[in-house]
């Protein structure tokens, strides 16, 4: 029996100084974030992760995830932050967020880590 603690997910959240709805501040802390998670699963020895979820809070408190999880796991920064891209941008217009309420949280989140990314992975 092992005592040894292995992660299952990794994860970083940000609350913004004032409630948002301006783009390039979003994407740029979703960019930050990113950067953030994916630093810390090569720190614990993961090689890629099989799903990515982006959480939104809005001002009225009302919280959102979506998730994807792919066909095959994905692997380095940039294929994260494009998956964070694709989950978070409907929040930024009509589609997630039809009354443009304003965010005041976004996070990143990993699972289904992978190790040892022998199969073949989206964005290496």
Known sequence: MSNEWEAKTIGEQETFERDTLEAAVILERARHLALGVFERCGAQGFQAFRTVTVTVRFSNFRTCTRSHTGPRPF??????????????????????????????????RVEKLVRDATEPVAGA
């Not at 294929?79 to 967020?97: Q, S, W």
């Open 75 to 108: 692997a380095g920064e940039r294929a994260l932050y494009t998956e964070v891209l694709r989950l978070l941008l409907p929040f930024l217009d009509h589609r997630e967020n039809p009354k443009r309420r304003l965010i005041r949280l976004i996070g990143v």
